[in-house]
């Protein structure tokens, strides 16, 4: 039995008359009349009573036309849920993070622009140590990512930057240079214990330009892992210039390093050949979001 014989069913039962459902249906009355004979025939239950001047539904026929219409109901959700999740109206995305996207916004911004615009689907987002990240978008375990670059990738994923920032120089309170209202040279750092975050180009580059090598003691992940770090008088560390509006701690202070500004990238990072149009609407939006770029 196909759906076809039960929308026929349906129908006759809801016309009681043969000619009328027939042409409801756009089929001839014999096409008709063959198909419930059919029906009957598959059942082995008589599902109408027929007369010359009348049809009516047997008892067998009414308990079967409730389950049929139920069927053709949950088909019909079945056949738009299809259809929703094809054009991306509905589905899963996966999201990682690392925290300094959302430190600039840039993580929430997307999003929520996202769920005004697709609510019915649903965005998972957690935040994952930044060198993780590639990996696990690579293996599908993530569909979206929010990285802080430079970060040197695979060839199966693409990128978008979404944020221009730059680095600063985080200090211990009580620390010399932190008395300091101008800059603070590169040069000015050589022998400095260094308290290093998840992306280290920063640090490196104060380095170059100080002539010196870094002397990192401590790299514990997360920025805010970082700052506590200087908060303890660990050491000094490079870090992207929003924090300084959205983490306040003790004993921490920021200045702004001396020359051409250090640039770091926020970007959102994704699958070449995404299949999931639930991800490629996210990765679409991601590639139309113009690029925001903070000042020194």
């Not at 049929?68 to 990682?96: H, M, P, T, W, Y």
């Not at 959302?102 to 140590?129: C, I, K």
């Not at 921490?252 to 500004?261: K, L, M, N, Y």
Request: glycine share 8%; net charge positive.
């Amino acid at each position: 039995m196909e759906l076809r014989h039960l929308r026929y069913f349906v129908a006759l039962a809801e016309e009681l008359h043969f000619a009328r459902a027939a042409e409801r249906l756009n089929i001839a009355p014999p096409t008709l009349t063959v198909q419930i004979q059919e029906i009957e025939r598959t059942l082995s239950a008589r599902l109408f009573v027929r007369t010359k001047r009348s049809v009516a539904l047997t008892p067998a026929g009414a308990i079967f036309l409730s389950e049929a219409r139920n069927v053709l109901e949950q088909f019909a959700k079945a056949e738009s849920v299809g259809r929703r999740a094809g054009r991306g109206e509905i589905g899963r995305v996966e999201i990682g993070y690392v925290g300094s996207a959302a430190y600039a916004g840039v993580l929430q911004d997307q999003t929520s622009r996202f769920s005004r615009a697709w609510p019915g689907v649903h965005l998972n987002a957690r935040e994952f140590p930044m060198e993780d990240l590639p990996q696990l978008i690579g293996e599908g375990q993530v569909d979206i990512g929010f990285v802080r670059l430079p970060m040197t990738l695979p060839h199966s994923l693409r990128l978008h930057t979404l944020l221009w920032d730059y680095f600063c120089l985080a200090l211990p309170a009580g620390h010399n240079q932190a008395e300091w209202t101008d800059t603070v040279r590169s040069g000015q750092l050589a022998g400095e214990p260094f308290v290093a975050p998840e992306q280290e180009a920063g640090t490196y580059e104060v380095a170059r330009r100080g002539r010196f090598t870094p002397r990192i003691v401590s790299a514990p992940g997360s920025l805010l892992a970082v700052l506590t770090q200087v908060s303890f008088g660990t050491g000094v560390s490079v870090v992207p210039s929003i924090v300084r509006n959205v983490v306040h701690l003790p004993n921490v202070v920021f200045r702004p390093i001396a020359g051409e500004p250090i640039l770091s990238e926020v970007a959102a990072v994704f699958r070449a050949n995404e299949t999931s149009p639930a991800v490629r609407n996210f990765i679409q939006q991601t590639r139309e979001s113009p690029q925001r770029r903070l000042s020194p």
